[in-house]
Every structure is written in structure tokens, then in C-alpha cells.
């Protein structure tokens, strides 16, 4: 019976998305396949409709739901399944901005939760390769209130209060739910989030979209999810060679780096969670028992909570490093 089988490292198919802002860097450096803009590749979902499904070993074909409900501790921690039950807690994605994306904010949990009995949506951001003057948008540029706000927004100056902020490859961002914020064209970054695809858009730049229509703006709902205080998301970390180097941690996810320049054993029963590594450098081959899995550069691998311990077999590969605390 499936049931029996064992756990090992899982990697997912990446549900592509075709945004009209969306770029090639996905298919050509990431190499996701596809055609079009591709402006996300989505790699590890439980997002209602967009369900990740196992493409390596015994259990490909499955789907992420249907492991989490078999195997259900033995998959994410008994503390996590004990919290989240069968609802997988995050969504990971890898992000191509060929052109500015929408100005928006998310909710949080008690906002969703009331209006669209969802979770809220906390994300990070890390930077994997930016073109020349790329930049995020992030907050306001000055004192903010809501009828300063509303003021700018109904003469169509609100880019005029937006904090733009440059980035490099390597930088990373958490942001909270409330913060104003784009990612700019020009950026290429993995993205981890809690489980939620309510957005509120507030600008989209008066673009339209693949089908040629303007995208719906959400500006009644987003006034009360706006925190007009000043916010600090980008998180100052240093990381160090051949062990977890701490990016940043909220309530819903902790974010390590770890950058290998030879092979390296990792103890994950200290977690009590599943952890899942997004490769953004290099590839390696990770090893549990007999079993064996290469992650490349913009692949993804989740290791379930059962697992106490993987190797990394390489002399060249970085990784985000991401469980729930």
C-alpha cells in the first residue's frame, strides 16, 4: 500500500504563471520551460486550484495534499499538523519582473480572516539577480496618514509618496502585512509566503492586462489593511560558508542561508517541522539513506518532517533554508 512507503526529499512540478508583466528569466536561467511572460513558477502550493504534485521516486503523481493528508505528521511536524491540519502552511515561488509589478498590500490574519476566512499573508523576498537601477517599492517616502494618502491616490500622484528602495543580488526583505510594496522590473527573486493569494492592488501603473482590459484595483479593502508607519523590511544578515546562516524569521517561517563549497550533513530533528531548500546557486545532490535527489539552481526539495538527517554532496551550491519555528 502507498501508505507504507517511506518518506524521502520530494520535488514538485512548478505551476507556471503567465503575468503581463512577467519576463524570460524563468524559462532561460531558471529553466522552468513554458512560453510567454512567465512571471512566477509556483513550487510548492496548496493554494486551493493550484496544488503542488510530486514528480520524483515512489510517490510521483501524487499530489501535496494528498501526501499531507496520508502521512500528515510524519510530513510537516507534529506541531504544525497539530496547528495547520491538512492545509500545507506555505507557498514558495520563484518571481521574474520583466516590468514593475502592481502596488499592493496583503491583510492580516484577522482581516482575511474576516473578510475571505483565509489566512493573511506575511512573504519574504530574496534577491537572486537584478538588472542596472532595479529597484522594490516599500512603504511611503514620508509621514503618512490615510486622508494624505487618499489625497495622493485620487489625483494619480501616488507614485509621488512611494519609498523606492535599490536592491543587489543577495538582499532580503520581510514584509509584514500592511506594507505597501512592488517589485520593480528588473528582478529576478524567490519569494516565501504563508498560504494565501489575497492581494489588494492600490496601482498597476494604468496597464493593461494580457487580455487587454485594466486590472481591477482594490482600493475600498486595502485602506484598512495599509499600516502608514514607517517600516524597515530588509533584513541585515551575514552569511557564512558551509553552515545555516540566519536571513530572518517571523511568526509563520524561519529563513537560513547556506552556502556550500564542499559536502555537508544537515540535522533536521531539531526542527520538529519539514523543511524545504530553494536552490539559488549552484546544484548539489542531496542524499537520505539510499536515496538520492539533484537540486539545481531554481529547483526546490522538501524534506519531510520524518527525515533527521540529509547530506549535501557538492563543492559549489547556495540554498535558502526554510522550516516553521
Known amino acids: 500500500m502507498a501508505k507504507a512507503l517511506s518518506l524521502y526529499p520530494l520535488k514538485f512540478q512548478p505551476i507556471l504563471k503567465e503575468k503581463v508583466w512577467g519576463g ?14 512567465i512571471g512566477e513558477s509556483w513550487e510548492i502550493s496548496g493554494v486551493a486550484n493550484n496544488i503542488s504534485e510530486i514528480i520524483n521516486g515512489p510517490l510521483k503523481g501524487k499530489t501535496l495534499n494528498w501526501v499531507l493528508e496520508n502521512y500528515k505528521d510524519k510530513l510537516v511536524g507534529e506541531e504544525v499538523y497539530n496547528t495547520f491540519g491538512n492545509h500545507f502552511p506555505l507557498l514558495f515561488k520563484f518571481i521574474d519582473a520583466r516590468e514593475d509589478l502592481s502596488v499592493q498590500v496583503h491583510p492580516d490574519d484577522a482581516l482575511a480572516k474576516e473578510r475571505h476566512n483565509s489566512f493573511g499573508k506575511v ?15 516599500l512603504g511611503f517616502n514620508q509621514q503618512m ?14 507614485t509621488e509618496i512611494l519609498n523606492e528602495v535599490p536592491v543587489s543580488s543577495g538582499d532580503a526583505f520581510i514584509l509584514n502585512p500592511g506594507t505597501v510594496h512592488a517589485i520593480g522590473g528588473g528582478i529576478l527573486l524567490a519569494e516565501i509566503q504563508q498560504t494565501s493569494d489575497i492581494t489588494y492592488r492600490i496601482y498597476d501603473w494604468n496597464r493593461p492586462d494580457t487580455s487587454g482590459k485594466l486590472r481591477q484595483l482594490h482600493t475600498d479593502l486595502a485602506i484598512d489593511a495599509i499600516n502608514f508607519n514607517k517600516t524597515t523590511p530588509q533584513l541585515n544578515y551575514t552569511a557564512s560558508k558551509n553552515e545555516a546562516s540566519a536571513i530572518g524569521t517571523t511568526s509563520y517561517f ?35 539513506n539510499d536515496f538520492s ?29 526554510v522550516f516553521i519555528p
Open 123 to 137: 512573504e519574504m523576498w530574496y534577491i537572486m539577480d537584478v538588472e542596472k537601477d532595479a529597484r522594490l517599492i
Open 254 to 288: 524561519s529563513v537560513n542561508k547556506i552556502e556550500l563549497t564542499q559536502d555537508f550533513t544537515k540535522q533536521l530533528n531539531v526542527n520538529n517541522s519539514f523543511t524545504v531548500y530553494m536552490c539559488v546557486a549552484g546544484q548539489a545532490k542531496i542524499v537520505y
Open 145 to 158: 496618514n490615510q486622508e494624505k494618502y487618499l489625497e495622493y491616490l485620487s489625483k494619480y500622484k501616488i
Open 293 to 321: 535527489e539533484t537540486i539545481k539552481k531554481g529547483e526546490t526539495i522538501l524534506i519531510p518532517a520524518q527525515l533527521s538527517e540529509i547530506k549535501f554532496i557538492t563543492n559549489s551550491a547556495s540554498f535558502l533554508e
Open 24 to 37: 524570460t528569466k524563468l524559462t532561460n536561467i531558471l529553466k522552468k520551460g513554458g512560453h510567454g511572460n
